[in-house]
């Protein structure tokens, strides 16, 4: 398999400094990016947009999941595997959350609802749109359900 060198495009400089599992809709965050990296003009439109899809890291992450697991530890839950939960215990140590865009200046861009924590890489921003939505019905089962409710709030 090919491996790739991912480069940070900024990080986040404000928000949440501990990691707290629940209610990031609460969260503000401040993403600094890196003008030597994505260009002084990386943000020209972004703002014209409600929502963006921020991808990444997990920095404080020191291992991967390779196991079944019941998420969270909750024993009330299924074994899943690593690829069946967004938990930040993966193999590349990646998020990803579509989160609502507040404020675009320059390279410093604000959001509301980013599940990562000061110091984490930005690797990607990408706008999102309903256009971008999955086409047809989409489910998950009870246990993500219950997981979620307290995440956002």
Not at 12 to 32: C, F, K, M, P, Y
Not at 47 to 71: C, Y
Request: charged share 20%; glycine share 10%; with cysteine.
């Amino acid at each position: 398999m090919t491996s790739y060198a991912v480069v940070p495009v900024g990080l986040v400089v404000s928000g949440r400094t501990e990691l707290i599992e629940d209610h990031w809709e609460r969260e503000v965050a401040t993403l600094q990016l890196d003008e030597g990296v994505v260009g002084a003009d990386a943000t020209v439109g972004l703002a014209d947009f409600s929502h963006a899809e921020i991808v990444f890291g997990f920095h404080l992450s020191t291992q991967a999941r390779t196991t079944l697991a019941h998420p969270r530890g909750n024993e009330a839950w299924p074994l899943v595997g690593v690829l069946s939960g967004r938990g930040p215990h993966r193999p590349n140590h990646l998020g990803v959350t579509v989160c609502r865009l507040l404020e675009v200046d320059g390279l410093r861009v604000t959001v509301r609802g980013l599940d990562a924590i000061v110091g984490s890489p930005i690797f990607d921003v990408k706008p999102y749109s309903p256009e971008l939505l999955p086409r047809g019905e989409v489910h998950g089962p009870p246990w993500i359900t219950e997981l979620m409710r307290d995440y956002y709030d």
